[in-house]
Nanobody, 120 residues
Framework: QVHLAESGGGLVQAGGSLRLSCKAS?????MGWFRQAPGKERELVAT????????YYADFVKGRFTISRDNAGRSGYLQMDTLEPEDTGVYYC????????????????WGQGTQVTVSS
C-alpha cells in the first residue's frame, strides 16, 4: 500500500500561479495529476516517469503547467501558471508501475485530492 498526500491547493485569481505537491510513502515510477471539476469527469492533466524522461500534458495545460519529480522518486510537483477559471477543481495525484499503465488508465494508488479554485 502506497500513501499519497497532495498539498498546495488554494484560491488564486486568474493569471496567478500555484504549485501542487504530491508526497508518496515510497518511491513510485510513474506519477500523474488528474483533476475533477464539479459535475465533470476526472481528467488527466499531466504525467511523468521517475526520471522525467517522458512527460505528457493534456492540450488544455500545455505551455502553462509543468510536472516534475524529485530525485528520490517519492515526490512530484505540478507548477501551474497563468491559471484560468476553467482550471478550478480537485486535483488528484496518482501512481502507476509503468508509464504505459498510466496512459492506459491502469492506476495503482490515489491521493485524497487538493482543491484549486481560480477566480475571474
Amino acid at each position: 500500500q502506497v500513501h499519497l498526500a497532495e498539498s498546495g491547493g488554494g484560491l488564486v485569481q486568474a493569471g496567478g500561479s500555484l504549485r501542487l505537491s504530491c508526497k508518496a510513502s515510497t518511491s513510485v515510477y510513474a506519477m500523474g495529476w488528474f483533476r475533477q471539476a464539479p459535475g465533470k469527469e476526472r481528467e488527466l492533466v499531466a504525467t511523468t516517469d521517475l526520471n522525467g524522461d517522458y512527460t505528457y500534458y493534456a492540450d488544455f495545460v500545455k505551455g502553462r503547467f509543468t510536472i516534475s519529480r524529485d530525485n528520490a522518486g517519492r515526490s512530484g510537483y505540478l507548477q501551474m501558471d497563468t491559471l484560468e477559471p476553467e482550471d478550478t477543481g480537485v486535483y488528484y495525484c496518482t501512481t502507476a508501475g509503468r508509464m504505459a499503465s498510466m496512459l492506459n488508465g491502469e492506476y495503482d494508488y490515489w491521493g485524497q485530492g487538493t482543491q484549486v479554485t481560480v477566480s475571474s
